[in-house]
């Protein structure tokens, strides 16, 4: 086996492998075995089909499979034994067709890569963010927040075509068609000389929505967190966006009664209506917190990212959406490249940071997690557990080994890296504590 890597820029290279006959051969005999003793074919007892038949038919499919295990197999050897600092999943740029099964021997296979650029990251006291924390719900979102609830729960009549009392759902979708968010638009709550766009519309329509026309939707109006809709907004490809309209609604808001208070919190758990605006504020302070936390490292990204320049192989990346989505064109591929270049630079840069500050999360710190998550999780669903470490140290391993457990233990593993970087991070710049109510907040956002 040969294993070449061509570094063609800091952000982009090619890694090629080349298969020797006994870098592989071995698994193909083991497969082709394993068919003979398996394979069911007519006027032959189960295992007793000749190898050579098995080989005729099921060899060059055989060899094809474990060309590309074996292939894989030593490309992420080679990429964690060497080091290299890649931020995609390889593309393999060898063609299929390119290789002759039953005469060629020898095969090479080519991935592209892309690289996270060694460079140094500026971070010190002159760069400055805002961590809020909030205190306090007013009454006005609150009464916003029993409107959006009065019209989730109210009588509702689906049209044909919208008119100025009707409500809208569908799709606001930004000006490169990449990014998108389901909200509800409220004919009645735009302003009055933008209404006529939105009026005699079916189902399936599309139409230009402006920032100015949703000016008085707020969030609960909308369907949406405030988070949700701020990041949209953010988005330098926001506006004009387009809505494209699932349902027209005409709707008669719930009153507000015990009726309304069961349906939303559960039977019996208010009485009254000042008890409900209790609840319904305090689920408004829990959802304002999240997002506070959320708008800190939006803000946090955004100040890192003017300080810290990353180039992106951008040609590779179209082309590993390309072939990692086919049925998309050309347009589509382009739009989602650059609605979403930011959030991967972003990632890059955590990274980086993770990669020069020795800050590489282990499996043994994933199992630590994972014991800790299915601990809380047991005491806050009062379940009985083993109390012993090992005990719980070995059900933490097996739920890991097993499928889902591979799915979770990638996402752990990036979410503890992701928190290592950022705590770093936040021990190098200027973090300014600000306290204050949720109504200050969405409007500082």
């Known amino acids: 086996m040969d294993i070449q890597f061509n570094k063609i820029n800091p952000n982009h290279g090619v890694i090629s492998i080349t298969l020797d006959e006994p870098d592989y051969k071995p698994f193909v005999q083991k497969q082709l075995k394993h068919y003979a003793q398996n394979v069911r074919l007519k006027g032959f007892r189960l295992g007793a089909v000749p190898a050579d038949l098995i080989k005729k038919m099921y060899g060059p499919s055989i060899l094809a499979q474990e060309l590309h295990k074996v292939a894989v197999a030593s490309l992420n050897d080679y990429i964690v034994q060497e080091r290299i600092p890649i931020f995609m999943e390889p593309l393999c740029i060898t063609p299929s067709k390119a290789m002759d099964l039953k005469n060629q021997h020898r095969f090479t296979f080519s991935y592209e890569v892309g690289l996270i650029e060694k460079r140094s990251i500026t971070l010190g006291p002159n760069i400055s963010i805002t961590d809020f924390e909030i205190d306090g719900v007013g009454s006005k979102l609150v009464d916003e927040f029993l409107e959006g609830l009065q019209i989730i729960h109210g009588q509702a009549v689906h049209l044909e075509e919208s008119a100025l009392d009707t409500m809208l759902y569908g799709t606001l979708t930004d000006s490169t068609g990449a990014v998108g968010l389901d909200i509800r638009i409220s004919i009645m709550h735009i302003l009055e000389h933008l209404r006529e766009a939105l009026v005699g519309l079916r189902v399936g329509h599309k139409v230009t929505v402006t920032e100015e026309m949703l000016k008085h939707h707020f969030s609960a109006l909308l369907g949406v967190g405030s988070g949700a809709f701020a990041a949209f907004r953010r988005h330098k490809s926001a506006w004009p966006a387009v809505f494209t309209i699932g349902s027209i609604v005409r709707v008669v808001?719930?009153?507000?009664?015990?009726?309304?208070?069961?349906?939303?919190?559960?039977?019996?758990?208010?009485?009254?209506?000042?008890?409900?605006?209790?609840?319904?504020?305090?689920?408004?302070?829990?959802?304002?917190?999240?997002?506070?936390?959320?708008?800190?490292?939006?803000?946090?990204?955004?100040?890192?990212?003017?300080?810290?320049?990353?180039?992106?192989?951008?040609?590779?990346?179209?082309?590993?959406?390309?072939?990692?989505?086919?049925?998309?064109?050309?347009?589509?591929?382009?739009?989602?490249?650059?609605?979403?270049?930011?959030?991967?630079?972003?990632?890059i840069l955590l990274s980086s940071i993770v990669r020069q500050n020795d800050l590489a999360v282990t499996p043994s710190d994933v199992v630590d997690e994972t014991k800790r998550a299915y601990i809380?999780?047991?005491?806050?669903?009062?379940?009985?557990?083993?109390?012993?470490?090992?005990?719980?140290?070995?059900?933490?391993?097996?739920?890991?080994?097993?499928s889902e457990g591979n799915k979770y233990y990638s996402k752990l593993h990036n979410q503890l890296s992701r928190d290592r970087a950022i705590n770093f991070i936040k021990e190098q710049i200027t973090v300014v504590t600000e306290t204050v109510t949720a109504e200050v907040f969405d409007a500082r956002r």
């Not at 758990?269 to 490292?297: C, N, P, Q, W």
């Not at 809380?376 to 080994?401: K, M, P, T």
């Open 376 to 402: 809380d999780y047991a005491g806050n669903n009062v379940l009985q557990i083993e109390a012993r470490d090992a005990a719980i140290h070995a059900g933490a391993l097996s739920f890991l080994q097993g």
């Open 253 to 347: 808001p719930a009153p507000i009664e015990p009726a309304l208070f069961d349906r939303v919190l559960g039977q019996g758990v208010v009485g009254s209506k000042s008890d409900f605006r209790e609840a319904i504020a305090k689920i408004i302070l829990f959802d304002k917190r999240t997002e506070a936390r959320h708008a800190f490292y939006e803000d946090l990204r955004e100040e890192l990212c003017k300080h810290n320049v990353v180039d992106l192989p951008e040609a590779f990346l179209k082309r590993w959406l390309c072939m990692n989505n086919p049925e998309a064109t050309l347009k589509e591929v382009e739009a989602y490249y650059h609605a979403h270049a930011e959030s991967l630079k972003w990632e």
